[in-house]
């Protein structure tokens, strides 16, 4: 078969750079836009006004806030190397969202919680695992969000401009900064939602083209086992003693269920190692839950859940088959094996599945339609970006800086913010390296590998917090330490000697590193749940009047709850009031000191208003109660969504054992 890519395709016609500078403009001018709008929310209104949402806008978001770049490069990067067996991480989530649906939002609505710290505070107290889940959150913020997401906007930029990886992610970071200063993280509202729908919109037209190039989905079963690159021969092969399954397509790549023992993606680990990393993403990450929460009844969260689920379908069609599509088409590129060709193709020896999906962006779409799917693909990276850098600097300000100082005024959190994004964003430059050599060059094998290292521990405390009594914060504490220690090492030790590949294989140790990561994430699993249970068994349990509605089982409970943090929470507001009252007797000395009417009266005002503003607080707070959710649900409604559940476990069932 002829080679459709001999050359270098970049963007360099009118239409296609006319539609990106459009695209940016407009973006942009959102930004500005909001700008100057005058922003009258709090934190809480804004919390409070997202309860009223209806059940497609959750569907939608949920997809959306998934499914990024690095989804594109990822899924179809790892299609194009090994086949559809990665479609399985995207139908393991349509029986998750109805777990989340089902069993985890209704404890978290009558828990009356807005964030997953708190949560775990309510559930538990004290305040050592809410800290615990703060920095792992930034940790993996920074190794599977912050760098993927460089590394996936890098790749697009390098494919369709052909400019270095480094030169790209810099451009794009600066990009981003203006689009934050603009108002970007204000436009996030107006343009993510708009942007995912175009994206789908692209994906569909690209699968298409694509379909079309190859001759259909019968030719791509029978060409994709030959796709082989041509310029191997040539290469001196014995100089790095290649051997033949290094560049030859996986004869299982059309199964979903693979080996145990010799599967790139082992059936257990599929099946059950999938689920629990998804358990930790989709039931306890708090943008996906988020977005439950502001749902407007326990039925429009289920609906939601639904409708995501069946979005979750496309990822398989619109992102996998590209993918191998791509290899196919490309094979010399997508497919090559030689470290040299390799690091001039893509910029790293140990392959360039990545490639896959951008390759075909830049080489199938028609001119105009290419350049709009790029603009699309970086602006949506941009957004996420600029939304991971606001959470991530939050998360380190709020939770982290204000326990090293308690005393910290409102201009130094700010600060401290600002250069938390710096070093955030240093660190996730100096991880490239790492993100583009792991897992064979494969992204959505290195974004799964770390997660299985360090997310089983969350997913196990999680789940027993909210289906076992019996679990008290000693047990949970020490469970997530114990499995962060397991997790580590194993995943130190794999960093350290490197992943490896087919040509170049890891040093690591087989008693280290040779049991698959999904089995690792299932073993570290059952690990951290025998330890959380066998601790809370040995210390003293919590009483059922500090956990009603903070369980599965008493989550109908009438009762008071008596919080186990109201003793904290009560020497923090003490620890904010005693800087005010010094201010204020400073002041009155002041205006001792002085005598001056004016103090007086300034004196008195600030009194009236300190009244009136706890009187506002007071009352915010009793419409507050009077809002929380209830998660009764009309039966009607109810019986609907359960048989629409049903009916989407089924299509499930039956995609899986089609292409299992």
């Not at 539609?19 to 409070?48: A, C, H, K």
């Amino acid at each position: 078969m002829e080679n459709p890519s001999s050359g270098k395709v970049t963007i360099s016609n009118p239409a296609d750079i006319t539609v990106i500078v459009g695209y940016f403009i407009m973006v942009i001018g959102v930004g500005i836009w909001s700008m100057f709008r005058i922003n009258r929310g709090t934190v809480g209104g804004y919390f409070l006004a997202g309860r009223t949402m209806t059940w497609w806008p959750v569907g939608a978001s949920l997809f959306a806030s998934n499914i990024g770049s690095g989804h594109f490069v990822g899924l179809a990067g790892t299609g194009a190397a090994s086949g559809i067996a990665v479609g399985g991480f995207e139908w393991n989530a349509l029986f998750i969202v109805l777990l989340l649906g089902w069993l985890f939002v209704p404890v978290y609505l009558t828990a009356e919680v807005i964030t997953m710290p708190e949560y775990l505070k309510k559930r538990f107290g004290g305040t050592r695992i809410s800290l615990y889940l703060s920095v792992i959150s930034l940790f993996l913020y920074i190794f599977t969000k912050i760098s993927v997401d460089m590394f996936s906007g890098a790749v697009f930029i390098q494919q369709a401009l052909g400019w270095n990886i480094y030169v790209a992610v810099i451009s794009l970071l600066l990009i981003t900064a203006l689009y934050t200063v603009t108002g970007g993280l204000a436009a996030l509202m107006y343009t993510d939602t708009f942007q995912t729908f175009v994206i789908i919109a692209g994906a569909f037209v690209l699968t298409g083209f694509s379909f079309a190039e190859v001759g259909g989905y019968n030719a791509l079963l029978a060409k994709y086992s030959s796709a082989m690159p041509s310029n191997f021969s040539s290469m001196e092969p014995q100089r790095y003693n290649i051997s033949p399954e290094c560049y030859t397509p996986r004869q299982d790549a059309f199964n979903l269920l693979r080996d145990p023992t010799t599967g790139d993606l082992p059936w257990p680990g599929v099946v059950f190692g999938i689920a629990i990393v998804g358990g930790w993403y989709w039931c306890t990450d708090q943008v996906i839950v988020q977005r439950c929460l502001a749902a407007r009844s326990l039925t429009h969260v289920k609906a939601g859940c639904i409708m995501c689920g069946y979005l979750k379908l496309l990822p398989m069609f619109l992102m996998v088959f590209p993918g191998m599509i791509s290899r196919v088409l490309y094979p010399d590129e997508v497919g090559c094996v030689v470290p040299e060709v390799c690091k001039r193709v893509c910029g790293t020896e140990v392959g360039c599945s990545n490639i896959a999906y951008p390759k075909l962006v830049v080489s199938v779409m028609p001119n105009g339609l290419r350049g709009l799917m790029l603009a699309v693909m970086l602006a949506a990276l941009m957004s996420s970006l600029a939304s991971i850098f606001n959470s991530s600097s939050t998360l380190f300000t709020m939770d982290i800086w204000t326990r090293i100082r308690p005393q910290a005024t409102e201009r130094e959190l700010i600060i401290v913010g600002r250069v938390w994004v710096l070093c955030i964003v240093a660190i996730s430059i100096c991880w490239i390296p790492v993100v583009q050599a792991a897992q064979s060059g494969q992204l959505f094998d290195y974004i799964q590998s770390v997660s299985s290292y360090l997310a089983p521990p969350i997913a196990s405390v999680f789940l027993l917090a909210v289906f076992v009594k019996r679990v008290n914060e000693t047990g949970a504490f020490w469970g997530l330490i114990g499995g962060l220690v397991m997790g580590l090492c194993r995943m130190l030790p794999e960093f350290w000697f490197g992943t490896g590949s087919c040509i170049f294989p890891s040093n690591c140790p087989f008693l280290v590193c040779g049991v698959h990561y999904l089995h690792f994430g299932i073993i570290l699993f059952f690990c951290t749940s025998v330890l959380v249970l066998v601790v809370s068994h040995c210390t003293a349990p919590i009483d059922d009047q500090h956990l009603h509605r903070l369980v599965f089982s008493l989550r109908h409970s009438k009762e008071e709850r008596k919080d186990l943090d109201w003793e904290h929470e009560e020497k923090g507001r003490e620890a904010q009031r005693e800087p005010e009252e010094r201010v204020r007797e400073k002041n009155h000395r002041d205006a001792g000191k002085n005598g001056s009417y004016s103090h007086r009266q300034m004196e008195r005002t600030c009194a009236q208003e300190e009244k009136s503003g706890s009187q506002a607080h007071e009352q915010g707070t009793l419409e507050v109660s009077e809002k929380l959710p209830n998660i009764s649900e009309d039966p009607l409604w109810k019986n609907t969504v359960d048989a629409n559940a049903l009916i989407m476990m089924a299509v499930a069932v039956f995609l899986w054992g089609y292409y299992a």
